[in-house]
């Protein structure tokens, strides 16, 4: 694919959105979603049903999941001096000692916490503010019992900054997938939001493969670019883990004639990271950082499924270097006409 130097430019990734259009719900059901689907070699755009997904596939295609699973990371506490803190999590916490945890976190109150203050989460959950750095705080919790069962009890689901509400009982299952299964990611994959079992099980009876993976999304992936020359921004790393049946079943696909359809750009960066570092598919589990512009040579996937992303984000980008940045625009373009909704909880995009 043709590469110039606009798609080196940070401002060549804007659109301008209508606050309306940003989707503050899920759909009433996962499948009943719209799908835009583009053909990326001619630029055909068609409009569809997300269950209509079906009609796009074949027999000896294989998807690719990534089965993470978030956890509530919005921590609710009272500082020592009584007054009101929001901590936010921003990875899963790695285990230091038998009964304490360590984390980076995002803190909000009137008053920055100050180091050495012991926050109440709960009964059963303190956190000591460690240290401050680059906005960030470097905090330890205290569980007194099972870390993520406390953090089911005490948490909140971690909705994305542009979904301007508080969460409801409704986001505890709507902001995961189905198949979700690795405890680990602070914001969901949101491509895969939109399978229902019903319809894995269909497109399974018509003999597609599922390969699964997981990479745990930290609140990175909501970072934005900030270089002009997008070549000079530098992405956050992110866990990713890839066993030997879902390297096998990729590589008996490639094999036979199959395509792999890539569901989200968390996929699609663990399959393309991993060809990359060892030059084919391997089992491999470590951190990810492989930030994807164009010009980058795609050597898994085939197709892409992935939701509408924000202006001059990295996730944007990536899209734009798998079906031309003018091509990806114009096709948001036309869902904005459309009435498409955008984001984590918006509609979703099959490229062909």
């Known amino acids: 694919m043709k590469v110039n130097h606009e798609d080196f430019l940070l401002s060549s990734y804007d659109y301008d959105l209508p606050i309306d259009r940003i989707a503050q719900y899920p759909s009433e059901k996962r499948d009943e979603s719209k799908l835009l689907v583009l053909k990326r070699d001619k630029g055909e755009l068609s409009h569809h049903r997300f269950s209509q997904i079906i009609e796009f596939l074949r027999k000896g295609d294989c998807v690719v999941l990534n089965k993470t699973k978030v956890f509530p990371a919005r921590l609710l506490g009272q500082k020592p001096t009584g007054g009101r803190i929001e901590i936010f999590l921003l990875n899963f ?34 956190i000591k503010i460690l240290k401050r750095e680059n906005g960030e705080y470097l905090v330890r919790l ?26 409801k009982p409704i986001d505890q299952t709507r902001y995961q997938t189905v198949y979700a299964k690795d405890i ?72 036979t004639g199959g395509r792999i359809l890539c569901v989200g750009t968390t996929s699609v960066r663990t399959v393309e990271f991993v060809y990359k570092k060892f030059g084919k ?6 951190i990810c950082d492989l930030y ?8 898994v996937t085939d197709m892409l499924l992935t939701n509408f992303h924000l202006p001059k984000s990295s996730l944007l980008i990536l899209v734009s270097a798998f079906a031309g940045r003018k091509t990806i625009l114009n096709a ?14 918006g509609d979703a995009m099959l490229i062909i």
């Not at 007194?144 to 508080?166: C, F, H, T």
């Not at 994807?292 to 050597?299: A, L, M, N, V």
């Open 332 to 345: 948001y373009h036309e869902a904005l006409k459309k009435g498409y909704r955008f984001f984590s909880y």
């Open 184 to 255: 680990g990611s602070v914001a969901a994959p949101t491509a895969g939001l939109h399978f229902s079992k019903s319809l894995l099980k269909r497109l399974r009876e018509m003999g597609v493969k599922f390969a699964p993976l997981t990479l745990h999304v930290g609140y990175g992936t909501f970072a934005p670019v900030r270089c002009e020359d997008i070549r000079k921004h530098k992405i956050h790393g992110e866990w990713i883990s890839i066993d030997r049946e879902t390297v096998e079943k990729i590589n008996e696909t490639k094999k």
């Open 142 to 167: 205290f569980p007194i019992g099972d870390l993520l069962e406390i953090l089911e009890n005490s948490g909140k689901v971690p909705l994305p900054p542009y979904i301007k509400r508080a969460d």
């Open 93 to 126: 916490p790695q285990k230091e000692t038998n009964n304490a945890f360590l984390v980076k976190a995002l803190c909000k109150s009137s008053k920055p916490p100050k180091t050495g203050q012991v926050i109440e989460i709960s009964e059963r959950l303190k």
């Open 281 to 286: 598919l391997e089992e491999y589990s470590g």
């Open 292 to 299: 994807i512009y164009p010009g980058f040579k795609f050597q």
